[in-house]
C-alpha cells in the first residue's frame, strides 16, 4: 500500500514539473514569440519603462470596408468623437434612423434593428440594439498587434471546390 | 430736501461765469473719455473665460465638459472661449447679451442651478436659449472663426464636405442646426429637429 502511495506521489511530481522543464528547454524561438504575444512591451526589459507607442488615427475615409462573415456588423468609417450616445441621446440615430436617411444619406440601420427578441418589429429602435458601439466599432490606422489567421468562408469553399476539380 | 434740490438745478442751469465754454467742452470729452473707457474696461472683465467660469455652476458644469472636445484642445492650438461662442462682438448686441446676463447671475445669487441636478433639470431650456441665438444670427460667433468662403471641401471629409456644399451652401440650415452639442453635453433631444 505504501509503495503504490508513493509512486502515485511520484508520478504527480513529474505530471507538475514535467511542463516547467519542457518552458525551460524551449528553444530561443519560441521565447521570442511568446514574449512578443505575451506582452505589448515588446523585448523591454521588465525594470525600464517602455517608450510609448504614437495613438494611431481613427480611419476617417467615408468608404465601406468589407465583411468578414455575413452576420458581421459593418465597421464605423468614420469618426465618432464626442457623439453621445447615453439615456438623453443617441447621436448616431439623428443620421442612421430612418426618417433622417435622406437628408444625411446614411446607411439606415436594418430592420433588425427594430426588432424586439420575439421577431416583432417596433415604432422604434429595440433597447437592445440601442447601444451602437457595442457592435460597430470605428478602425484605427494601425498595424495588428498579432497576425490574424481568420479565414473567410467563401475563401475556404473556392479552395475546396478547387481541390475536388482535380 | 426740497430746498437742497432746488439749489443744485438752479447751478445746474445757471449759466458758467467762470469757466469759458472751450474748457468746459473739452473737460466734458475729456470726462467722457474717461467714463466710457470705465465702463467697456469693466465690461471687458466680466467677457473672460476667468469670470465666465467663477461661480461654481459653470465651472463644474460646462466648463467641465468642455475640456473633451475639440474646441478645448486640437492640432491648431487655438483655444474657443465661453465668450467667442457666448458674446456677441457688435456693441449694441453686446450690450443686449449682457443685460440677459444679469437674470443669468440672478439666478445664480438664488441657487436656481447649484446643484448637478439642478442644472441638469434646468439644461433644456438653457441650451434652447442659445440655439434660438445662434439660429436667430445665422451662427455669427461660429463664423467669427469658421469662414464658409475659405474652408477647403477637399481638406474635409467627405460627409462634412457633402452637407457644408449641399444645406450649408445654400442656405437652409445653419451651423448650429447641424453642429448641436459642439462643446458641452446635450440635454435630452426629444422632439429637437434632427434628432
Known amino acids: 500500500m505504501k509503495k503504490l502511495n508513493l509512486a502515485v506521489i511520484a508520478s504527480l511530481l513529474v505530471v ?12 530561443a524561438a519560441d521565447k521570442e514569440t511568446i514574449n512578443s504575444v505575451a506582452t505589448l512591451r515588446d523585448a523591454t526589459p521588465i525594470d525600464v519603462q517602455k517608450e510609448p507607442n504614437a495613438i494611431p488615427k481613427v480611419v476617417n475615409k467615408d468608404i465601406k470596408q468589407g465583411r468578414n462573415y455575413p452576420m458581421q456588423p459593418p465597421v ?20 442612421h434612423s430612418r426618417h433622417r436617411t435622406e437628408k444625411t444619406q446614411a446607411p439606415m440601420v436594418s430592420v433588425t434593428h427594430y426588432m424586439n427578441r420575439d421577431g416583432n418589429f417596433l415604432a422604434e429602435v429595440s433597447p437592445r440594439r440601442y447601444f451602437c458601439n ?31 476539380k482535380h | 430736501m426740497k430746498n437742497l ?27 467722457g473719455i474717461i467714463f466710457w473707457g470705465g465702463f467697456n474696461t469693466a465690461l471687458e472683465v466680466t467677457n473672460t473665460e476667468a469670470f465666465c467660469i467663477s461661480c461654481h455652476e459653470m465651472e463644474d458644469n460646462v466648463y467641465e465638459e468642455m475640456k473633451t472636445t475639440i474646441h478645448f484642445s486640437n492640432r491648431s492650438g487655438v483655444r474657443a472661449t465661453c465668450p467667442d ?21 440672478w439666478g445664480m445669487l438664488f441657487g436656481t442651478i ?59 440650415k445653419t451651423c448650429i442646426d447641424c453642429h448641436k452639442g459642439i462643446a458641452h453635453q446635450l440635454p435630452n433631444m426629444k422632439g429637437v429637429e434632427g434628432w
Not at chain 1, 507538475?16 to 528553444?27: G, K, Q, W
Not at chain 2, 449759466?15 to 465754454?21: D, I, R, T, V
Not at chain 2, 472663426?145 to 444645406?167: G, I, L, P
Request: hydrophobic residues 30%; proline residues 3%; positive net charge.
Open chain 2, 85 to 105: 461662442c457666448h458674446v456677441p462682438h457688435a456693441w449694441t448686441d453686446k450690450i443686449a447679451r449682457k443685460m440677459q446676463a444679469s437674470k443669468e447671475v
Open chain 2, 5 to 31: 434740490l432746488k439749489i443744485g438745478w438752479q447751478t445746474v442751469r445757471k449759466p458758467s461765469g467762470y469757466y469759458s465754454l472751450g474748457a468746459l467742452v473739452i473737460g466734458g470729452f475729456i470726462a
Open chain 1, 134 to 164: 457595442q457592435c460597430h466599432v470605428t478602425q484605427l490606422d494601425a498595424k495588428p498587434l498579432v497576425e490574424n489567421t481568420f479565414t473567410d468562408m467563401h475563401s475556404l469553399m473556392k479552395e475546396k471546390s478547387k481541390a475536388n
Open chain 1, 76 to 95: 464605423i468609417p468614420h469618426t465618432t468623437r464626442s457623439y453621445e450616445v447615453n439615456k438623453n441621446n443617441n447621436k448616431c440615430m439623428s443620421c
Open chain 1, 16 to 27: 507538475a514539473v514535467s511542463p516547467i522543464m519542457y518552458s525551460l528547454n524551449a528553444n
Open chain 2, 114 to 172: 447649484d446643484t448637478r441636478e439642478k442644472f441638469l433639470a434646468h439644461r433644456r431650456g438653457l441650451a434652447e436659449n442659445e440655439w434660438r441665438r445662434l439660429k436667430a444670427n445665422d451662427s455669427l460667433e461660429c463664423r467669427n472663426c469658421h469662414n464658409f468662403d475659405y474652408m477647403d471641401f477637399t481638406e474635409q471629409s467627405e460627409r462634412a464636405s457633402y452637407q457644408h456644399s449641399t444645406a450649408l451652401a445654400d442656405g437652409e
